[in-house]
Every structure is written in structure tokens, then in C-alpha cells.
T-cell receptor, first 113, second 115 residues
Framework: AQSVTQPDIHITVSEGASLELRCNYS??????LFWYVQSPGQGLQLLLK??????LVQGIKGFEAEFKRSQSSFNLRKPSVHWSDAAEYFC???????????FGKGTKLSVKP | GAVVSQHPSRVICKSGTSVKIECRSL??????MFWYRQFPKQSLMLMAT?????????EQGVEKDKFLINHASLTLSTLTVTSAHPEDSSFYIC???????????FGSGTRLTVV
């Protein structure tokens, strides 16, 4: 069955430091991969997605992610974190039987001043 | 573009009553709408998938008689929680598949509290 694993439940970084959030997926074919951000009590905002082509994907708010098929990974990165980046981050793969997204458990990002 | 408007954002209801949550696609036609439930500090779990003009498909373990889904038009899908109980308290989010190229868009969620 398709699945998404986000190994880190909670990460704390200092403002201005670099960030990498890990995501591993299990999917038989070429995956459609997504990263979303969720602020408390809010819906999900798409940061970036990978369908095909260049394996380094640029997204909004300065985020990027790299698809590595050999490692079944799609890690999210940002070179310099801002305090406003504190939120919950979800990795997802399109793989449900209804064409739905399957989500990881999320990584909560805290940013120290 | 590709906005889904979800209402209400918060609702408190008494145990035994019913609550309706609406999701409207504002600038596109949503043939398929997904309904997710999110427990505190947890991920999103798919409850059901609705397709315009047909019956919803429910995930295993989801009570179709409790969570009534209607997708009568290409711009409106509703989730009605019937005879709500405190254990139904949760965050409910709808999502529409916009296109193969665009992907998915999400509503802003509804915080349901049953007292």
C-alpha cells in the first residue's frame, strides 16, 4: 500500500538557519508528490509539487524540494528560515484508490528567535 | 485561482443534533471532492470521496449514515454530521482535485465541537 513517512515529528531551528524536512514515500509507479503547510486552525497551503521532469522543484516562500527516486525521498528545504515559517508541514503522495492524497503524519516546525 | 470556500470555520453543537459543512468551488468546477478528518496533532485521514451527481464512496470504518455527503452540483459539496456526539469533534477539511497539472486545493477547514 502507498504510504508517506515523515520521520521527524517536531523540529526546532533558529531564525536564519537552514531547514530540511524529510519525507519518504512508498509508491509503485512514478509518484505525484506534494508539500503542504498548515497554520493552526487553518487549511492546507500548497508549497510545491512534483509530477515529472526536473527533480529539483521550486515552490513558494523560498522553499524547494528534491525528488530522489533511488531513495524514495522528497525532502523539503529552505536556506534561511523566517519566524513566520513556524507551522505544520505535510508531505503527501497521490496514491489513494480514489485518486486522493495520502499524507504523512506531519512535522511541526518551531523557529527560535 | 482554484479556490474552495469552506463554511462554517467553527461550529459548536449539542450532542444529538446535526451539523452541515459546505464546500464551494469558486472559480472552477469540482467534479470530485474529498473529505478529510484531522484529529489534534495528527495527519489528515480520508473519510469519503464525492463525485458530482453520484453517491459518495466512503473509506473503511466511516459510517455513511452518520456522515452524509451530497455533491449535487459541480460547485457545491456538503458534509452533514448527523446525531453528533462528542467523539465526532474534530477538524474537517474538504479538498478538490482541480486538474492533472494543478493538483489539489483545500478548504480552510471546519472545527466541530460537540458538547
Amino acid at each position: 500500500a502507498q504510504s508517506v513517512t515523515q520521520p521527524d515529528i517536531h523540529i526546532t531551528v533558529s531564525e536564519g538557519a537552514s531547514l530540511e524536512l524529510r519525507c519518504n514515500y512508498s509508491y509503485g509507479a512514478t509518484p505525484y508528490l506534494f508539500w503542504y503547510v498548515q497554520s493552526p486552525g487553518q487549511g492546507l497551503q500548497l508549497l510545491l509539487k512534483y509530477f515529472s521532469g526536473d527533480t529539483l522543484v521550486q515552490g513558494i516562500k523560498g522553499f524547494e524540494a528534491e525528488f530522489k527516486r533511488s531513495q524514495s525521498s522528497f525532502n523539503l528545504r529552505k536556506p534561511s528560515v523566517h519566524w513566520s515559517d513556524a507551522a505544520e508541514y505535510f508531505c503527501a503522495v497521490r496514491g489513494g484508490s480514489q485518486g486522493n492524497l495520502i499524507f504523512g503524519k506531519g512535522t511541526k516546525l518551531s523557529v527560535k528567535p | 485561482g482554484a479556490v474552495v470556500s469552506q463554511h462554517p470555520s467553527r461550529v459548536i453543537c449539542k450532542s444529538g443534533t446535526s451539523v452541515k459543512i459546505e464546500c464551494r468551488s469558486l472559480d472552477f468546477q469540482a467534479t470530485t471532492m474529498f473529505w478529510y478528518r484531522q484529529f489534534p496533532k495528527q495527519s489528515l485521514m480520508l473519510m469519503a470521496t464525492s463525485n458530482e451527481g453520484s453517491k459518495a464512496t466512503y473509506e473503511q470504518g466511516v459510517e455513511k449514515d452518520k456522515f452524509l455527503i451530497n455533491h449535487a452540483s459541480l460547485t457545491l459539496s456538503t458534509l452533514t454530521v448527523t446525531s453528533a456526539h462528542p467523539e465526532d469533534s474534530s477538524f474537517y477539511i474538504c479538498s478538490a482535485r482541480v486538474s492533472a497539472a494543478y493538483g489539489y486545493t483545500f478548504g480552510s477547514g471546519t472545527r466541530l465541537t460537540v458538547v
